[in-house]
C-alpha cells in the first residue's frame, strides 16, 4: 500500500447516484488504509439529504449552496436557460461557498478531493484558496471519449455537455469516467476509465427472476401522472413505484396492483433484485444495479437532460435494454422475450473498481 492519503469529497446534492458513489469510494479507500477526513454536499430545493448518505458516511458533512437544474411545472423536464439564469442570479451566493469549502478543507487539510460532477467543486478547484489533488469522478465523462456514441442530431445540446462537461471539471488533475464497459484512456484530455461505484449492498442481494411485477423509479415525482395514466388501461400488471413525494406517505397503495415507495435505498434494491424489469429514467447508477442482478430495463430519458439521452444509447449499446421517449411499457413487454441474462463479462468488469480506483488516486500522490 502506498502512504496514508487523507480525502475529502464534494458531492452533487441533485443526484443521488452521486451519493452511492462516493458511499461506495468511501469503503475502498477506508478498505485501503486510507481516510475521509470530510465531505461537502451540495445544496438542492428540490431534493433532501438522503438518509442512506448521512447515516453511512463516515466523516463530518457540510452543506454549502450550489447550482441545481430547475425542472418545469409538473417536475418532469429540465429548463436549461432558466437553469443557467437562475444560477447567475445567485452568484454572490456561490461567492460564499467557496469560502465556506476553503474554511472546510483548511480545518481537514486533505491531500486529495474528489469532486463527484458538482460545479462548485470546479470552482473551488480554479479560485479556491485551499490547494490540493482534484479527482472529478462521474459517468458524464465518458462523453468526453472521442468513441462514444450520441443521438443523432442534437448538435448544440452536444456542444453544451461538452462544455458543461469541462467546466464541472476545471482544474482537475484526473477525470475518471465510470463506464458500462473498458475501453482507452485519453491522455490528452486527463481521462481514465473506470468501473461502476457499486454500493456493498448489490453484492448481498438474493436475486430472483419467478416475481412478477415491474419497478419503476422516477427520479422526478412528475412522472407519476404517466405511470397512473398507463396503469388504467393495465391493471393486470403490478407495479412498484418510487419516487420522492414529501406531501406522500411511506407507501402510498393507489390500488391492489400500483404502489408508490418513497425513496428508500435498501427497499429499492430488494424490489429490484426480484422484480421481472426496472422501468426508469436513463440514470447510470440503477441502470448499472439492474445489469448486475440480470434484469432488463425500459429507460425514458428525462425530457431536457442530454446526458441521460446518451447514458440510454450507451447503456442500450451495453446490453441493458431498450429506450423510448414515452411512458409505453407494452413495448418493453414485447422486448422482454429477447433479453439475455448473460452478463458474466460486465459482472467481472464490476469486481475491479477497487483496483482501479486505488490505482488511479494513489498514483497522483
Not at 463530518?60 to 444560477?87: H, M, Q, W
Not at 456493498?200 to 442481494?205: I, N, R, T
Not at 428508500?264 to 448499472?288: P, R, V, W, Y
Request: net charge neutral.
Amino acid at each position: 500500500m502506498s502512504d496514508k492519503i487523507t480525502f475529502a469529497f464534494i458531492v452533487q446534492g441533485e443526484g443521488r447516484g452521486h451519493m452511492t458513489q462516493a458511499l461506495s469510494l468511501q469503503k475502498i479507500i477506508l478498505d485501503a488504509g486510507h481516510s475521509l477526513s470530510c465531505v461537502i454536499v451540495g445544496k438542492s430545493s428540490r431534493r433532501d439529504l438522503p438518509g442512506f448518505f448521512s447515516e453511512k458516511c463516515v466523516a463530518p458533512i457540510y452543506r454549502c449552496e450550489s447550482p441545481n437544474f430547475v425542472t418545469d411545472g409538473k417536475d418532469k423536464s429540465i429548463r436549461l436557460t432558466a437553469s443557467v439564469l437562475n444560477t447567475l442570479r445567485h452568484i454572490g451566493v456561490y461567492r460564499k461557498s467557496l469560502s465556506e469549502m476553503d474554511a472546510v478543507f483548511l480545518e481537514h487539510k486533505p491531500d486529495i478531493i474528489i469532486n463527484f460532477y458538482d460545479v462548485m467543486g470546479a470552482l473551488h478547484a480554479v479560485f479556491g484558496k485551499y490547494k490540493a489533488k482534484y479527482v472529478c469522478i462521474a459517468h458524464q465523462y465518458l462523453l468526453m471519449h472521442p468513441s462514444f456514441t450520441y443521438p443523432k442530431g442534437r448538435i448544440m445540446e452536444r456542444i453544451a455537455i461538452t462544455l458543461f462537461n469541462r467546466i464541472a471539471s476545471m482544474g482537475t488533475n484526473l477525470r475518471i469516467a465510470l463506464s458500462f464497459y473498458d475501453t482507452s484512456p485519453v491522455p490528452s484530455k486527463k481521462l481514465v476509465i473506470a468501473p461502476p461505484l457499486l454500493r456493498g449492498e448489490v453484492f448481498e442481494q438474493k436475486v430472483q427472476h419467478n416475481k412478477h411485477f415491474f419497478l419503476v423509479y422516477m427520479v422526478n415525482a412528475g412522472y407519476s401522472e404517466d405511470v397512473i395514466k398507463w396503469h388504467e388501461k393495465n391493471k393486470d400488471i403490478f407495479l412498484h413505484c418510487f419516487w420522492d413525494r414529501r406531501d406522500m406517505p411511506e407507501e402510498y397503495h393507489f390500488d391492489d396492483t400500483l404502489t408508490f415507495h418513497q425513496l428508500n435505498d435498501q427497499k429499492f434494491l430488494h424490489f429490484m433484485s426480484t422484480c421481472t424489469g426496472l422501468i426508469t429514467t436513463a440514470g447510470f447508477e440503477s441502470i448499472c444495479e439492474a445489469m448486475y442482478f440480470q434484469k432488463p430495463v425500459f429507460m425514458m430519458p428525462v425530457e431536457g437532460q442530454f446526458e441521460q439521452a446518451c447514458n440510454a444509447i450507451d447503456a442500450t449499446k451495453a446490453g441493458a435494454g431498450i429506450s423510448a421517449s414515452t411512458f409505453d411499457i407494452d413495448k418493453f413487454m414485447e422486448y422482454l422475450p429477447q433479453f439475455k441474462r448473460n452478463n458474466e463479462k460486465y459482472k467481472t468488469w464490476v469486481t475491479k473498481t477497487p483496483e482501479f480506483m486505488l490505482k488511479y488516486l494513489e498514483e497522483l500522490i
